[in-house]
């Protein structure tokens, strides 16, 4: 099984300025990288999760997140934004996602165990200083290593 987080799934010093080009860009990415087969797919399941209840999480930071068939492997991509994406309607915006795109099957409640690991993590507010303080994509790797114990 490959790793859920890797070096290349984690974006740093982005330009984004809306939601459409954060989901086009991380599905293309998965796709990119074999974990998915269809950038079409991914795109539409952060959409559709996105209708179902906003992922926005607090201070600036969301966890985007998608299940279908056209994912391989369960995978997290982290974006960290220069500036805040407007994420919902009522004004709150994003400068740091945690993207979750796990396959349909979502295997040994696979979806659930990733997301809780990732709300754990961003609860910690050392952490999160941390995160947003790293300045290469070997350093955030190494900050979240505990997500690729999670598939174990």
């Known amino acids: 099984m490959k790793e859920v987080i890797t070096k290349e799934l984690i974006f740093m010093n982005m330009q984004f300025k ?4 954060v989901f086009r860009f991380l599905a293309q990415q998965l796709k990119d990288t074999g974990r998915s087969t269809s950038v079409e797919e991914v795109k539409n399941g952060f959409y559709t999760r996105e209708a179902e209840f906003s992922t926005y ?13 056209s994912i391989k492997d369960a995978s997290v991509a982290i ?10 309607d ?3 915006y994003a400068k740091i996602l945690f993207a979750l795109m796990i396959p349909e099957a979502n295997e040994n409640q696979m979806h659930i165990r990733v997301l809780a690991q ?8 050392s952490f999160v200083e ?3 303080k790293a300045s290469s994509a070997d350093e955030i790797y190494e900050m979240m290593q505990s997500l690729n114990e999670v598939i174990q």
């Open 18 to 21: 809306e939601q459409d080009e």
């Open 57 to 69: 999480i607090d201070n600036e930071i969301a966890i985007p997140h998608c299940r279908n068939k």
């Open 79 to 88: 974006v960290i934004n220069d500036t805040g994406i407007a994420w919902t």
């Open 90 to 92: 009522t004004g709150e």
């Open 118 to 125: 990732v709300a754990q993590m961003i609860m910690v507010e």
């Open 130 to 132: 941390s995160l947003k």
